[in-house]
């Protein structure tokens, strides 16, 4: 089981960090003047942890202003077959999911209160098949897209919060149990 996510980090002052990685602009104050950028040159960081061992099996990282997901691109080889990856909605993506799946690796990740799709079979209570339509500029962007995929919506509520959806990969609702992959998720 294994975890991908970016974060960003400070790294020492200096001519070159900041030319390279770049800064954060520092918004404005109350009286509307701009504060300029961030006191540190900072770094995006993305790494893909083993989540049992909690160990840093790879990373990559680069200039702030890139994207965190242009760096995990770099590191779904590092992810071992037969596993499954968490994470966040911010890699709720086709093009993501059929990356992952090349090399036989599941996924797990909360919807977006955005993401739609069509329920093919209820599998029990608050656990569905469903189908996701790819939309047409990721299928433009990325040709090898097929049209829409097949996953698992389970609904779940945590006391005190509003309900939440995980969408995962593990479709067979037999070997892998709605209440594992909540659980598991959290």
């Not at 701009?34 to 995006?44: A, C, F, H, I, Q």
């Not at 036989?104 to 993401?115: G, M």
């Not at 656990?127 to 996953?151: G, I, N, T």
Request: proline fraction near 5%; charge should be positive.
């Amino acid at each position: 089981m294994y975890g991908i996510d970016g974060t960003t980090i400070r790294v020492p002052d200096s001519d070159q960090n900041r030319a390279y990685f770049g800064s954060q602009a520092s918004g404005a104050d109350r009286d509307g003047k701009d504060r300029g950028l961030s006191g540190y040159p900072l770094v995006k960081l993305v790494t893909v942890m083993a989540l049992r061992s909690h160990l840093l099996s790879a990373a990559c990282f680069g200039p702030y202003e890139t994207d965190e997901r242009q760096y995990a691109k770099a590191l779904y080889g590092s992810i071992p077959a037969n596993s499954l990856v968490l994470t966040d909605r911010a890699y709720l993506d086709a093009a993501v999911f059929h990356e992952l799946a090349a090399a036989n690796r599941h996924w797990l990740t909360p919807a977006k209160s955005t993401t739609t799709w069509r329920v093919i079979e209820d599998l029990g209570k608050d656990d569905q098949l469903v189908e996701m339509e790819v939309c047409s500029e990721a299928r433009r962007k990325h040709p090898h897209l097929p049209a829409h995929f097949d996953v698992r919506a389970i609904r779940y509520q945590r006391k005190g919060y509003p309900p939440r959806i995980l969408l995962t990969s593990l479709v067979d609702a037999k070997q892998y149990p709605a209440a594992e992959l909540r659980a598991l998720y959290h």
